[in-house]
């Protein structure tokens, strides 16, 4: 169970002068502030130059692993691991040094990339990590220093095949994570203690990979979260659950519930497809519509003036109407397969297997593209079945791209 701290000592901590808040930003968790991964960037650049844009530093050390950069000031926070076990790093954003390294515990070791794979959290002056074997912990963000930690095996869960991959959540005093199991698969943690605060005992299918999200709805606040068997809603507050639709998830379900008006829009790959989910005022829950038309493996979606935009396997690069599940348009033959990120009126498509990242109009009209670049150098060390799988960052003008130990900034502003 959670590490136990006094109460005094607990008291004095959170009541400590605030290092840096997370409202200074501008990327404190996974796929940004509202967890959309729609960057609210401006004055970027429109079009690149030839060779992309400018190349700002190259951190050499950043571990293997796939997990992704939280950032917040002019500090940037990151998991990888080194020599057999798992860190949590801060990067300075100015200089790309290292600041410090906390460990997380034991790499986890698989077939297709080693180490962790999830993005902190931060809140206040404090940041939570979790890696792949399923530690949660959470560290001061000056110096890196634990303040407790729990494991998902605590709370009856076991790491899924490709290891724990979601990012937490944090609202209000409580964290949220999917540990899986029988025992409950959600649970919600007290942020100050890792404490467990409740667990969704009737929920009990095996942690999978896609990462909680939260909405005001109906006068409570909502948590959904994809698993693999159902699409489930639940009170942030108590736990309990408010409804469930059936999910034919396969082998692996990775991307983030999308909400749009009263509606969740979720999809995952190995044929799995889409669907869109209305619930009402009163928790029922109404299948809007199901459609294979999206089948997002794990490069994530993003929901962009009422359009659904991402790669779909064997598909292509796609755009979705989300309220009638429609094709607008497709494009297979542009760019392979990978992860989608969004900032100042653009699409930055990152390509697995070539490194290819390209910058489009983020437009129902089609794919008009506006520069592109291959990043170099690649890693060495990234395993034979492995791909470049982070997904893009852009945060106070800078872009971060990551491949195993290495993790790039280049400078996207147009001025």
Request: aromatic share 12%.
């Given at each position: 169970m959670a590490k136990q701290l006094p109460a005094w000592f607990v008291s004095i901590l959170f009541s400590m002068p605030i290092f840096v808040q997370a409202a200074d930003g501008p990327w404190n968790q996974w796929r940004g502030p509202d967890r959309d991964d729609l960057s609210t960037e401006t004055g970027l650049l429109q079009e690149w130059p030839a060779g992309g844009p400018?190349?700002?530093?190259?951190?050499?050390?950043c571990g293997i692993g796939y997990a992704g950069p939280a950032i917040v000031g002019s500090r940037?926070?990151?998991l990888g691991s080194r020599d057999g076990e798992e860190f949590l790093l801060c990067v300075d954003t100015t200089n790309g040094e290292e600041v410090w390294a906390s460990p997380l515990g034991e790499e986890f070791e698989n077939s297709w990339g080693n180490g962790p794979r999830a993005t902190p959290a931060i809140e206040g002056e404090f940041v939570y990590a979790v890696g792949?074997?399923?530690?949660?912990?959470?560290?001061?963000?000056?110096d890196g220093s634990e303040v407790w930690s729990v494991t998902m095996q605590d709370l009856g869960g076991s790491p899924p095949k490709w290891g724990y991959s979601e990012s937490p959540i944090i609202h209000e005093e409580k964290i949220l994570y999917t540990p899986g199991g029988e025992q409950g698969a959600i649970v919600a943690l007290d942020k100050a203690t890792g404490s467990l605060i409740w667990q969704t005992k009737e929920l009990t299918d095996e942690a999978h990979y896609s990462s909680i999200m939260i909405k005001e709805h109906g006068g409570k606040t909502m948590g959904v979260q994809l698993?693999?068997?159902?699409?489930?809603?639940?009170d942030v507050d108590n736990g309990e659950v408010l409804w469930t639709v059936p999910w034919p998830g396969r082998v692996a379900v990775v991307p983030s519930p999308v909400f749009w008006q009263d509606c969740v829009y979720v999809t995952s790959g190995y044929?799995?497809?889409?669907?869109?989910?209305?619930?009402?005022?009163?928790f029922s829950a109404e299948v809007v519509y199901p459609s294979k038309?999206?089948?997002?493996?794990?490069?994530?979606?993003?929901?962009?003036n009422d359009h659904i935009y991402g790669y779909s396997d064997s598909k292509g690069w796609a755009c979705q109407d989300i309220a009638t599940g429609d094709k607008v348009w497709l494009e297979r033959k542009e760019l392979d397969k990978g992860a989608i990120a969004y900032a100042d009126g653009r699409f930055y498509c990152l390509g697995e297997d070539t490194g290819d990242l390209a910058l489009i109009e983020a437009s129902p009209e089609g794919w008009v593209e506006h520069g592109r670049f291959t990043l170099e150098p690649q890693s060495e060390l990234r395993k034979p079945r492995g791909r470049i799988w982070t997904h893009p960052v852009i945060a106070d003008g800078r872009l971060y791209l990551r491949d195993q130990e290495l993790l790039y900034c280049y400078d996207v502003r147009a001025e």
């Open positions: 400018e190349k700002v530093w190259e951190f050499k050390d940037l926070y990151i792949a074997e399923g530690r949660l912990s959470c560290f001061c963000i000056e698993m693999v068997n159902e699409l489930v809603g639940f044929g799995a497809g889409c669907t869109l989910v209305r619930v009402s005022e009163d038309l999206m089948s997002n493996h794990h490069g994530g979606v993003i929901l962009f």
